[in-house]
């Protein structure tokens, strides 16, 4: 399990990956995972073949599929390397009162 600021990504087996069709890449040719609000930075993951997926039921869903080697970057955090792999892509979120959000950063 990796934690980048308010990322967590978790290994799971391949079975667990649904249904899922590509994020769209942003307009600098990246792979966002989270970007944050107030600041504009973003965590974005790379590596050889490497693909961010997001469930067809539910977009916020997403999941890495990582075939060699990874590595998650972020201009405020240390890189982190993901070893080939399936992995969920978990938002921390918080709670205000009568519902979630993601936490803003």
Do not use: C, K, N, W
């Not at 039921?57 to 080697?69: K, L, Q, T, Y």
């Amino acid at each position: 399990m990796y934690r980048q600021g308010d990322v967590l990504i978790i290994p799971v087996a391949e079975t667990e990956v649904p249904a899922s069709a590509p994020v769209p890449r942003d307009r600098r040719g990246r792979m966002v995972l989270a970007r944050g609000e107030a600041t504009g930075h973003a965590h974005v993951v790379g590596g050889p073949g490497l693909q961010l997926v997001a469930d067809l039921d539910d977009p916020d869903a997403m999941f890495i599929e990582v075939p060699s080697h990874g590595r998650v970057t972020h201009e405020e955090h240390g890189p982190i390397s993901l070893p080939a792999g399936h992995y969920r892509v978990v938002r921390q979120r918080e709670y205000i009162p009568g519902a979630f959000r993601p936490v803003a950063d």
